[in-house]
Structures are given as structure tokens and as C-alpha cells.
Nanobody, 124 residues
Framework: QVQLVESGGGLVQAGDSLRLSCAAS????????MGWFRQAPGKEREFVAA????????YYADPVKGRFTISRDNAKNTVYLQMNSLKPEDTAIYHC?????????????????WGQGTQVTVSS
């Protein structure tokens, strides 16, 4: 079992940067893939980025490619999402998630563990 807690969200202006963190508890963190998703008001939850258990491979959704970077520190049981050049359309609740059975999943259904989320608001 893995418990996930996100932090680092806030209100920023367009063009600013934020770094989200997701702290995990549980012994299996270093052996599972991790992902970030976001959900804007009135919209479905969408994939943002994913990283393999080792951190050796990553994958990004097209809207964030080149602006966001996912990383992890298995010694600290933490996954990060560095967000640069933020845009108003990045405004959403950001959730981290863990997948125990897949290498680099992008679908919400492939993830077993979810955090409560952290709000990111980007003003124009």
C-alpha cells in the first residue's frame, strides 16, 4: 500500500514556475511507476507526465512537453513535477498517482494509488 500527499501548488502569474512534490509512504514506492494528472473544473482528469520506477524513462502529454519535467528521488520517496512557463490553461488540481503493474502508464485506470491533489492557479 502506498499513501501519496502532494504539495507545492499555489497562485502564480503566466510565465512563472512552480515545483510540485508528492511524498509517498510505504515500502514499495521505489518499485512503482509514478504519474501526474490534472483536472480542471468541468473537465475530465487528464494525463500530464509519467516516470518509470527507476526514473530512467519519462513521458509527457503534448500540452506540457518542453515546459514540465517529472523526476523522482527514491531515497526520499518523493516524485516532483517542475512546471515552467506556466499558462492560464494549466490551471487545475494536480494529482500524483502510483502504478504497481505498468511500466509507463498514461491512463488513469492503470494507476492504483492516488493523492488528494494540490491546486495550481495561473493568472493571465
Amino acid at each position: 500500500q502506498v499513501q501519496l500527499v502532494e504539495s507545492g501548488g499555489g497562485l502564480v502569474q503566466a510565465g512563472d514556475s512552480l515545483r510540485l512534490s508528492c511524498a509517498a509512504s510505504g515500502r514499495t514506492f521505489s518499485s512503482i511507476a509514478m504519474g501526474w494528472f490534472r483536472q480542471a473544473p468541468g473537465k475530465e482528469r487528464e494525463f500530464v507526465a509519467a516516470i518509470t520506477w527507476s526514473g530512467g524513462s519519462t513521458y509527457y502529454a503534448d500540452p506540457v512537453k518542453g515546459r514540465f519535467t517529472i523526476s523522482r528521488d527514491n531515497a526520499k520517496n518523493t516524485v516532483y513535477l517542475q512546471m515552467n512557463s506556466l499558462k492560464p490553461e494549466d490551471t487545475a488540481i494536480y494529482h500524483c498517482a502510483g502504478a504497481g503493474s505498468y511500466w509507463l502508464p498514461v491512463n488513469t485506470t492503470r494507476y492504483d494509488y492516488w493523492g488528494q491533489g494540490t491546486q495550481v492557479t495561473v493568472s493571465s
